[in-house]
């Protein structure tokens, strides 16, 4: 059932599948290219969020042009599968996301080194976080309100920016001084990316249990 | 014939519009007409039922059982065609079928192939290149292929050609053949004067009447005659009453009375749709 | 079997369709046991409501007209001269009811009445 679920997520940005695969491909190449080294991770990031954001929206824009989950709702499949296999996507996305990066700095005739476990957590843990963010908002607000919500929250990052960057800093002392090896940390990141996932579902499903669809 | 679904003082606030303790019963084997014009609440009660909007207060029953608690067992065991579809336009039949059979378990693929043959659906088109009445058509067989026992349609025939309209309740008929029940909202009442066994009107976030057809039909006429057959009195019979300086026309919810009072009057058989405007109009 | 429903008079339309299904079982039309189709297919074939032809059914059986066995249908039951005798004389009791009904709205005395039935009386022994 949810197989079929997630699968519907996917037709529904099926026009956008061939341009978002050459772009997970070409995208960290072309980041690393312009970083040179030390690329590795803002590349792998920076584009697994633009496929993953993008994927995402798609789905969600055809699901509130097309209004079918009001059908999905009426059939055996209850609000909390239909949000269970929204979260499910996303982290296939992620996956995916991995499994081409980690194809193209295999196969790619240049210095694109593979992800070490600490830059997959960190990376793993702040999709997460974004997502977590998203995901329920959108369930709250509805797909057009939560663009706008979602437009104000850019707009507003380069301001808030610097100020959140200037506390980690700060804090970034403590930070290193965890007696855990970087791996450890890599792997608590997603430990931590897996609570905060399983926290923003809980949310979701309350929040769309309650919807007029 | 037992009821197969019983709805107790629905009710739901909804902007400035009301559900108002909305009580009826759906019996086994028949095809209940659920009528009103625009806005009534049909589409909101069908929502209300289908759990697709939270109700204030109110209980909705399916065999005995409270829709409440046995949700899965409930949706499992009814067919739904929803207004306009509700389908994802870029997904091919296909496609949607496969998503929407996955959620039925007893999901009845070789009957799905039968229906699909029988309409001339193209399984490997996209939703949206369907015309209105192939639409209709595909939402049917996405309907009837689990073996449902009761079928809940939202305005089926809105949009749609008197042809297609007339196929359509062929296919009903067959379907209560077989002892499966309908329910189906209408504000075309023309189709429903040939098929309905069971109408309910609704108006205003109100039941107006829920009945019989054969009865409704029998109780009520369109009465025609001299003015001077009118009194007072016999005024009183009737729903809706136009008076003209050639005579008067109106109707009545009691023809007995009106054979009984009035004597050289004249008196037609209504359709469903006049006797649904006199109860609005009043 | 033929059911005609007309708007002519003013009884419901299970009255009428129990009517005639009664004259065509007197008649002789319907044999005994023979199947009655089912309640659905009646209706759907007379346009009328299933809730009707139940209705039809279930009276037709309570006067012993037909039985019905579940799963299997409703079938003419073994006549029974009797009732069937009773009925038929009920039958013309209401028929001559409404003659008598029309010919009083009409202003047609009680002697002008029989004068009918006399008439129809000679013309069959003619």
Redesign the interface.
Known sequence: MLYHLVKKDFLLAKRYWIVLLIAALVLPVFIHTKLMAGGEFPSFFISTLFIAYLMFNSASMAEDKFRGAAYLCATPYTRKKLVIAKYVMVAVLFAACYLLYTLTALIAPLELRLLNLYESGLAVLILQIAFGVIIPIQYRFGYEKSRYIFFFMIFITPFVMPSVIKLLQNSSMDWSNIPLSQPMQGLLFVLLAAVIGAASLLISIRVYASRDL | MKPILEVNELTKQLGSFKLDNVSFSLTEGCITGFIGVNGAGKTTTIKLLLGLIQKDAGEIKFFGKSIQNNEHEFKNRIGIVLDDGYFYDDLTLLEMKNVIAASYSNWDNRLFKRNIDRFGLPLNQRIGTLSKGMRMKYAIALAISHHADLLIMDEPTSGLDPQVRLELMDILLEYVGEGKSVFLSSHITSDLDKVADMLILIHGGRIIFSEEKDLLLDKHGLVKGDNKELNEQSKALFLTLDETDYGFSGLTADKAAVRRQMKNVYIERPSIEDIMLSYIKR | MKIIIT?TS?L???QKIKDQIKQAILQGELAEGEMLPSI??L??DL??????T?RVYDELEAEGFITTKAGKGSFVAKENVELLMESKRRMVESKLTEAWEAAR?LGIQKSELYAMMDLLFEEEEE
């Open positions: 708007n003013d419901p339309i299970y659905r297919a209706a759907n346009h009328v409501s299933v809730l009707t139940r709205m």
